[in-house]
């Protein structure tokens, strides 16, 4: 009886409304993206935007600071998306054009963000302690505006993943087949690496810049394990992390825990779980059953 009370009391309190809106709208939305990212083998690729996207809070905040204290907090999201979006093009430039390899550009852009961070919120008058919010996720202080930011985002990111979802797995499985077919490779190329700039932006209220990438990964990892095509993992995905989100939330109302560390945590418990589990049952069943042809495809 006091478990629903308790519930009750959560349910109807607005701050937490408004999180756990937000919660389902990214918990739904990152594992999208996540998918084509596991997909072309670029699972870091969010970490690496991530953190650029540190650099674009601090701006926000310089900008905030430079129009009024007031206003500080309230551009660093926009900032955040404007850093992502711009480190995500400079990235794809950088692997396109091959200059540098794709793991020396994440590179660049994980102590480059982290440090552009540091600096810029110091020239904002400000310290390293209010990037805290940001690198660890800070949930419980979204307002309506956050809300609609976010449910705009998440549009804009559902209609690239799933309205373009056949165009983008032809490129994600086989780039040069993409481009041999007539596809417009370059183009997407940087339409899912700025669709993946704004997940992380929408992300990092929730995770954190530091955690951003494991919503967007694990997930997608859980649903490999008991799934056999593109569309059901990334159906799967969205589900698994949409639960991970509101579970993990709930359990901060209850107990003072870190919303992203939590949900992550849930996360990854849930996929060694499942990864302990997944070679047992398989052992079980009868050789040349379907589950098992489909899965040795």
Do not use: K
Not at 49 to 76: C, E, P, Q
Not at 153 to 176: K, W
Not at 193 to 206: G, Q
Request: hydrophobic share 55%.
């Amino acid at each position: 009886m006091e478990f629903f009370d308790t519930l009750s009391t959560m349910l109807s309190s607005s701050l937490m409304q408004r999180a756990l809106i937000i919660a389902v709208l990214v918990g739904v939305a990152a594992p999208v993206i996540g998918t084509y990212l596991v997909q072309r083998r670029l699972a870091l690729l969010g970490d690496g935007i991530g953190h650029i996207a540190l650099t674009g809070v601090a701006m926000g905040w310089l900008a905030g600071a430079a129009a009024g204290s007031a206003s500080a907090d309230a551009l660093a999201v926009p900032g955040a998306v404007i850093a992502s979006v711009a480190g995500a093009l400079l990235i794809e430039f950088v692997r396109e054009r091959g200059r540098t390899s794709a793991d020396v550009a994440l590179a660049l852009l994980f102590y480059g963000g982290i440090a552009g961070g540091v600096l810029l919120i110091g020239l904002a008058g400000g310290t390293a302690a209010n990037l805290t919010g940001y690198l660890f996720g800070s949930i419980s202080t979204v307002d309506q505006a956050d809300v609609w930011l976010t449910a705009g985002l998440t549009a804009l990111i559902f209609g690239v993943g799933l309205g373009l979802r056949p165009v983008l797995f032809s490129l994600c499985y086989d780039e040069e087949f993409a481009r041999a077919s007539g596809l417009p490779a370059r183009a997407l190329n940087i339409l899912v690496a700025v669709t993946t700039a704004l997940t992380v932006s929408i992300s990092m209220r929730v995770v954190g810049v530091l955690l951003v990438s494991a919503l967007m990964i694990v997930p997608v990892a859980i649903a490999q394990l008991v799934t056999a095509s593109f569309r059901t993992t990334m159906g799967l995905a969205m589900a698994l992390g949409a639960t991970v989100c509101v579970v993990g939330l709930s359990i901060t109302y209850y107990h003072p825990l870190s919303p992203g560390a939590t949900i992550t945590a849930l996360a990854i418990a849930l996929y060694a779980a499942l990864a302990l589990i997944r070679p047992l049952t398989l052992r079980r069943r009868p050789a040349g059953s379907p589950l098992e042809t489909v899965n040795e495809r």
